[in-house]
């Protein structure tokens, strides 16, 4: 409501007693709602200034809920690199809140959708806000050693009870971030199918993936947008855009039939192949892609 907060108030909220007692007294669902609130509401960077100016990203950005969880990473995994970006939390929200309305300004395509679509903003501020643990991972079930969850997502999921979907595609954007950038800045070298492939692990939302690294590296060199616009312009180009949708031009039952072969595991891996070949080859059809398969069969087999 752009309401200004009493200074006493704010002034206590800083406390690290208060801090502390955040964690015990505040059930996650209660943060998760109200941080929804900020952020799909009008003015989420503000809201973020207000919470890392109190000191509280640590404790509303908290990488779980559950204390049997916490508790047996701290004591059984090396938490050190996670501990590591809380402390460097706060500086990072800096340059976020410095840089993001230049960044709006710059971008009318990007300001329109953060301003048309509220679960974009909600998840493009997450990701960016995220983005220092990148990769990094925790033991998500004490029980089963092996399986680990991406912090990001833990954040988002556990820790404030955000939902499903949004805590998976905001994970994957942050932790796929070298691999994206890497393959913008490489876009003049790269096949087509890598493009695709890479577009495709976003399940339709690459535009999300798009803006939060562009805004990761246009923190600190203004100069990658051309980069991005030739990226954003190739996708268009190639007609990329929705190629989550792709399909096999063959499924595997009449593919079977026109090789005259047993269903068995070597259509798995034949799949596969088809999709990066449909990638790079567009516009080709049936014939073209049996001429394909036949060649590669010895392989596989």
């Not at 909600?122 to 806000?129: A, C, E, K, S, Y």
């Not at 800045?185 to 339709?204: A, E, M």
């Not at 499924?251 to 596969?272: I, R, T, Y």
């Amino acid at each position: 409501f752009n309401f200004s907060i009493d200074e006493e108030t704010y002034e206590a909220m800083k406390d690290q007693e208060i801090n502390q007692a955040f964690e015990v007294k505040i059930s996650r669902e209660r943060v998760g709602v109200e941080l929804q609130k900020i952020l799909t509401g009008p003015n989420p960077l503000r809201g973020l200034h207000l919470i890392q100016g109190a000191s509280l990203e640590n404790v509303i950005f908290y990488w779980h809920n559950d204390l049997a969880v916490i508790d047996y990473n701290n004591k059984h995994t090396d938490m050190s690199d996670v501990e590591l970006v809380y402390k460097q939390l706060s500086s990072h929200i800096d340059v976020v809140l410095h840089n993001i309305p230049k960044l709006l300004q710059a971008l009318p395509h990007l300001k329109e959708k953060y301003d048309s679509d509220a679960v974009f903003k909600q998840n493009f501020i997450l990701g960016v806000t995220l983005a220092p643990f990148s990769t990094l991972s925790i033991i998500s079930n004490p029980k089963k050693m092996h399986n680990r969850l991406s912090v990001t997502e833990s954040i988002i999921k556990e820790g404030l009870k955000f939902g499903k979907n949004d805590a998976e595609i905001v994970a994957k954007c942050v932790d796929t971030k070298d691999q994206f950038q890497e393959t913008v800045k490489n876009i003049d070298h790269v096949k087509r199918s890598q493009v695709g492939t890479l577009l495709r692990s976003y399940y339709g939302d690459w535009q999300l993936a798009h803006y939060i690294n562009l805004s990761l590296e246009y923190f600190y060199d203004s100069n990658v947008l051309g980069r991005y616009e030739k990226f954003y312009t190739y996708v268009v180009k190639q007609d990329l855009e929705n190629c989550h949708t792709l399909k096999p031009l063959v499924d595997g039952k009449k593919l079977s039939k026109l090789l005259q072969m047993k269903p068995g595991p070597w259509m798995g891996k034949v799949n596969n192949q088809l999709l990066l070949w449909q990638l790079d080859n567009p516009g080709k059809g049936e014939e073209e892609l049996l001429e394909f398969v036949k060649r590669i069969l010895p392989d596989i087999m």
